[in-house]
Nanobody
Framework: QVQLVESGGGLVQAGGSLRLSCAASGFTLDGSGIGWFRQAPGKEREGVSFISTRDGRIFYTDSVKGRFTISIDNAQNTVYLQMNSLKPEDTGVYYC???????????????????????WGQGTQVPVSS
């Protein structure tokens, strides 16, 4: 059974840190593009970060650059999102998703297209208090 399971969310104060994990089962993350998305209350879901396992390209939305770091542990079949200097505006449900068709020629803006993603996790809550 194919699954993506996020963990690591929880209440944190502004300025704090969290590390989210996205563990895959039933398929190998290697060869895919893995995205992190978030949805704040009352807002549309937005892309946060992305890693291409084929060529190592990494992308971040502007609001998290310099604060968030995405990484992958192929041995654990897990992608991580290290989030530092958290702000109240980072509050939301964080989802990971896998794009099995992402390739070395896929252009950067495509990582934001949710329709590309084949598998989604159930989400993990990240409330950031001020």
């Amino acid at each position: 059974q194919v699954q993506l399971v996020e963990s690591g969310g929880g209440l944190v104060q502004a300025g704090g840190s969290l590390r989210l994990s996205c563990a895959a089962s039933g398929f190998t993350l290697d060869g895919s593009g893995i995205g992190w998305f978030r949805q704040a209350p009352g807002k549309e879901r937005e892309g946060v970060s992305f890693i291409s396992t084929r060529d190592g390209r990494i992308f971040y939305t502007d609001s998290v650059k310099g604060r968030f770091t995405i990484s992958i542990d192929n041995a654990q079949n897990t992608v991580y999102l290290q989030m530092n200097s958290l702000k109240p505006e980072d509050t939301g449900v964080y989802y990971c998703a896998a794009d099995r068709s992402w390739g070395v020629t896929t252009i950067e803006p495509m990582w934001l297209q949710e329709w590309r993603y084949d598998y989604w996790g159930q989400g993990t809550q990240v409330p950031v208090s001020s």
